[in-house]
Structures are given as structure tokens and as C-alpha cells.
């Protein structure tokens, strides 16, 4: 077969592109498949130094968390942490804050403000950090956290929007973006534009 190149040039194009049976294959091609893989769990994302967001993480995902060298999780869904989870922390020693928000579909969204308050307060604590924030699927609980922890860093409302429609994606809840938009920041300490972290 013949192909056209570059200028006008006309080459034999391989029809097998393979190598020949007797080419060495060396170095780390073949070592790949036997390394581990860190796979992130749904919706992952740094929102600052020492401050990540995603959706629930299963086994799949722990060499990625552990690569993280998390101190603390917050879990804002009000059902029990599964056993393999906790385990995962245990053998890491990463601290879990639990706050049981209800995971409810419009109209019926109930988001308690005291709660995210608290869930605040662990987050502006450096002392937890790195930490990650999760909900199911990192999208409503989870967003509306970020989106009031943007709020203290004063953050303009069209970004807080924009970064919370990035995630929800389709699923972007109107009472989400108005609970944000609402939420009170004056009772609590402002901190700066970003978290300043290192190991």
C-alpha cells in the first residue's frame, strides 16, 4: 500500500505494525501491567492545598487515597460507613467525621445550615488537612460544602455556580445553588484565598 507523506512524498505504508518477531522488548513497557494502579474515586478533585472533593471511594480506589496521605474524611451521607472503608482508615490512620445529611431530590431538599457549619469547621482546621469530602457522588452534599467553603474564601456567586454545575453536571439542583447563595459566612472566620500546606 502506498500513502502520500508529508511534501508530496509517496512511502509503502506496513500493513502489519507490529514488531518483528524477533525485536527485544525491554525497559518498563512490559513492567506496566504489573504495577498498581491508582484510580481516583468519582467526581475527584483538589478544591485547595490539602483539601479534596469526590464521590464515595471503594477498594478500587484506596492506593489512590493512601498516595494522598490523608489525615481525616469528611463523609457527609447519614448511612454507616461501610467495614472495608473503615478498615482502610484504620490501617492508615486517616480520622472520619461523619455528618449525616440527608441525600433528598427536589423539592424535598433539606440541607441542615448547622451542619454544613460543622462540616466547615473540620475543613478550616489545617490540623485535618489533607482531608478529603464525600458524599455519594460528590455532586449535591459535597457540592454545597465546597460552595459555602467558597463563600469564606470570597469567591464571587457565578464561579461558586459555575464549579458546583461542573460537577452536578445535569443533576444541578436549584435549592442546592439557592442554599449556597443564602448561607450566612458572617458568624465565621474568614480565611484566605487558599490554604497554605506542606507535609
Not at 448547622?114 to 478550616?124: D, G, K, S, Y
Amino acid at each position: 500500500m502506498r500513502v502520500e507523506g508529508f511534501e508530496g512524498k509517496a512511502y509503502e505504508a506496513a500493513d502489519d505494525l507490529s514488531p518483528p518477531p524477533d525485536y527485544p522488548i525491554t525497559g518498563d513497557d512490559s513492567e506496566i501491567y504489573d504495577e498498581e494502579l491508582f484510580v481516583p474515586p468519582l467526581n475527584f478533585a483538589m478544591v485547595d492545598n490539602g483539601v479534596f472533593r469526590s464521590g464515595f471511594p471503594d477498594s478500587a480506589n484506596f492506593s489512590f487515597l493512601e498516595s494522598l496521605g490523608l489525615r481525616s474524611i469528611i463523609y457527609l451521607c447519614p448511612e454507616t460507613y461501610p467495614e472495608a472503608n473503615y478498615e482502610f482508615l484504620k490501617a492508615n490512620g486517616i480520622r472520619l467525621f461523619q455528618f449525616g445529611i440527608d441525600g433528598c431530590k427536589e423539592p424535598f431538599v433539606n440541607i441542615p445550615e448547622e451542619t454544613i457549619r460543622e462540616a466547615l469547621n473540620v475543613i478550616l482546621d489545617v490540623k485535618n488537612h489533607p482531608v478529603l469530602i464525600h458524599c455519594k457522588r460528590g455532586k449535591h452534599r459535597t457540592g454545597c460544602v465546597v460552595g459555602c467553603l467558597r463563600k469564606l474564601q470570597r469567591w464571587c456567586l457565578s464561579s461558586i455556580f459555575d464549579e458546583y454545575q461542573r460537577f452536578a453536571a445535569a443533576k444541578a439542583r436549584v435549592s442546592d445553588q439557592r442554599f449556597i447563595e443564602r448561607f450566612d459566612i458572617s458568624s465565621m472566620k474568614h480565611i484566605p484565598m487558599t490554604f497554605s500546606f506542606s507535609k
